[in-house]
């Protein structure tokens, strides 16, 4: 999902349970031992971009010219 049409999609998806019900179809098929259906589900923060601002750098500062 990328730019505002991921945006939106995301926050209809949380909306109207699609995450949800996506959840609960895979915990109702996973194996207890088999750890491959969690990793596919999981999201690894590595490869989830911030906003920019979110990073906590200081702002850009004028040089006056």
Not at 13 to 34: C, K, L, P, Q
Not at 43 to 59: C, E, M
Request: net charge neutral; hydrophobic share 40%.
């Amino acid at each position: 999902m990328c730019g505002a049409a991921g945006k939106f999609r995301h926050k209809r998806w949380s909306i109207d349970g699609t995450y949800e019900a996506m959840f609960h179809a895979v915990h109702a098929v996973r194996d207890e031992n088999d750890d491959t259906l969690a990793a596919l589900v999981s999201i690894d923060s590595t490869s989830v971009r911030a906003h920019q601002h979110a990073a906590g750098a200081p702002a850009a500062r004028s040089t006056g010219g």
